[in-house]
């Protein structure tokens, strides 16, 4: 089946502007996880979810951001008042159950704040 | 902060020959993951290995797990120019809990 789709593939804005970033994990995954990735070094976690409950956010840098699944499928990531430093490659995981199965990476989202 | 560490940070080799990759990691696991990155593309997950496993193989890789020296390792056998990529290991569960911590990864050359 269709593996982690995430969207969009590329986002430019500028500085103090709102994203949202969409993660589709694969069908029937139960965990979602979040995760930013700098240039050159391995990706950090964010937050995760199992189903619809955010179940660790302890990764989000602060409170300009915020994760939703409310259907336990799809997830928002949400950047508020975007700063410079928040460029990065966002990429989200899905895992078939809880915590010890292997996580599958979508594409990521490219984030470029001018 | 980084769990794993990966070593070396770079690699060259030739076609043909073997790539062995190190990780280094510092609190109890669950499990251990290899992924790889192609430039400016997606992470691949390559092989899982549990804390009460030591060996795993899959094709033409081989993954080591040493639980009391805290460190695996990534054998990739005849090497192929096609695997030039990033290689990153991530270590699941202990104090992480359900997050995986990642290394900053192998730059791996393989030149034809």
């Known amino acids: 089946g269709a593996g982690v789709s995430q969207s969009p593939r590329y986002k430019v804005t500028k500085r103090g502007q709102d994203v949202a970033l969409r993660c589709d994990p694969i069908s029937g995954h139960v965990s979602l996880y979040w995760y930013r990735q700098a240039l050159g070094q391995g990706p950090e976690f964010l937050t995760y979810?199992?189903?619809?409950?955010?179940?660790?956010k302890s990764g989000l840098p602060n409170d300009r951001f915020s994760a939703e699944r409310p259907e336990g499928s799809i997830s928002t990531l949400t950047i508020q008042r975007t700063e410079q430093r928040d460029s990065a490659m966002y990429r989200c995981?899905?895992?078939?159950?809880?915590?010890?199965?292997?996580?599958?990476f979508g594409p990521g989202t490219r984030l470029t704040v001018l | 902060s980084q769990q794993g560490e990966e070593d070396p940070q770079a690699l060259s080799i030739q076609e043909g020959e073997n790539a062995t990759m190190n990780c280094s990691y510092k609190?109890?696991?669950?499990?251990l993951q290899w992924y790889r990155q192609n430039s400016g593309r997606g992470l691949v997950h390559l092989i899982l290995?549990?804390?009460?496993?030591r060996e795993k193989h899959s094709g033409r890789l081989r993954v080591t797990l040493d639980t009391s020296k805290k460190s695996s390792s990534l054998l990739i056998t005849a090497s192929r120019a096609a695997d030039t990529a990033s290689y990153f290991c991530?270590?699941?569960?202990?104090?992480?809990?359900?997050?995986?911590?990642f290394g900053e990864g192998t730059q791996l050359t393989v030149n034809p």
């Open positions: 290995i549990r804390s009460n496993e």
């Open positions: 995981a899905s895992s078939l159950a809880f915590s010890t199965d292997t996580q599958y």
């Open positions: 991530a270590t699941l569960g202990g104090t992480s809990g359900s997050r995986l911590t």
């Open positions: 979810f199992n189903y619809e409950a955010q179940q660790d």
């Open positions: 609190t109890s696991i669950n499990n």
